[in-house]
């Protein structure tokens, strides 16, 4: 295992959610108030789980969508939807809707939601009668198409279900923590990307499929696997910095009635063989002297 320096996994994280999160940082809106079209597609949840291309959403613990109020998850459980069952576009039902809490809706759902690595970014598109905004569609973006997701998947699976295979095997909810936070380290190296790898390093894909990946990648994987175990965990992030050096994304994880820090990428510097577990099931006292703290997050 090569040693990986403290310095480098800080700095390289420089591009993490400005892609992962581009709507995050503006979508294309037009005015600041979204209205529900009498006419044009909704999105619900299929019938048949059988009929999800790829994944069906389920038996994933949805931390950030319990931090919204109820419109909020109406577009929540909208874009997941939409994106799970790849539709290029949708209106929503919503009756009004501000551009900061789209933002906001659609940057919790990928956090939740790291199996859906295919997600891109969005836009909205309007149409006006008279003055009155009468529409609100959504458009989406991805990152792979349907076929191509389903070939990626289909390439990381191997790799993911053996973690989760070994994972089952461990005698508590502990042990099964920190054998996946060991794992990743074990099987992963941070490291710089081209500007064609960028889209690739910012979900899950990365640290399953060439085991070279970006703290996106550490803390989505985590996160995926915990969904698996029915381990309650969630991804937190720190995201538009002055110093997008900054930027950065960990976990969290409850074990045995409480809620405790992850953070996989910067404790992956193995020295002389071991592994260190300076940010593994830390209190928020101790985790954020070096973090920052994103509302919303449990008390730890």
């Given amino acids: 295992m090569k040693k990986k320096k403290t310095i ?41 789980e059988d009929d999800y291309p790829i994944f069906d959403g389920k038996d994933v613990y949805e931390y950030w969508r319990g931090t ?10 909208e874009i997941k939807e939409a994106y799970l069952q790849f539709k290029k576009e949708f209106t929503t039902r919503l009756n009004s809707l501000t551009e900061s809490q789209m933002r906001k809706v659609y940057l919790l759902v990928k956090l939740d ?28 973006y991805y990152t792979y198409s349907e076929e191509e997701a389903k070939e990626i998947k289909a390439r990381i699976e191997k790799n993911y279900s053996k973690i989760i295979e070994e994972a089952k095997k461990q005698e508590n909810d502990f042990q099964k923590i920190k054998f996946v936070h060991d794992k990743l380290i074990e099987i992963s190296v941070y490291r710089d990307f081209t500007d064609e790898e960028i889209s690739s390093f910012q979900n899950m894909v990365s640290i399953f499929d060439t085991g070279e990946s970006v703290c996106a990648g550490y803390a989505y994987g985590f996160k995926f696997i915990m969904d698996q175990l029915g381990i309650k965990s969630l991804a937190s992030v720190d995201i538009g910095n002055e110093d997008s050096s900054k930027n ?4 969290m994880v409850y074990l045995y009635g409480k809620w405790y820090n992850i953070d996989v990428t910067w404790d992956d510097e193995v020295q002389e063989g071991e592994i260190r577990y300076k940010h593994f099931l830390k209190s928020n006292e101790e985790f954020y002297q070096d973090h920052h703290m994103q509302e919303g997050i449990p008390q730890a």
């Fill in 8 to 48: 480098l996994l800080i700095s390289k994280c420089v591009l993490v959610v400005l892609i992962l999160f581009g709507a995050f940082f503006g979508g294309l809106f037009v005015g600041n108030l979204y209205k529900v079209a009498n006419k044009g597609e909704s999105v619900n949840a299929l019938s048949n």
């Fill in 248 to 251: 950065h994304i960990w976990n």
């Fill in 68 to 77: 919204l109020n109820e419109d909020e998850q109406i577009l929540y459980d």
């Fill in 113 to 140: 939601h790291p199996e859906i690595f295919w997600v891109n970014t969005y836009s909205t598109a309007q149409t006006f009668l008279g003055n009155v905004d009468t529409s609100s569609e959504i458009v989406l």
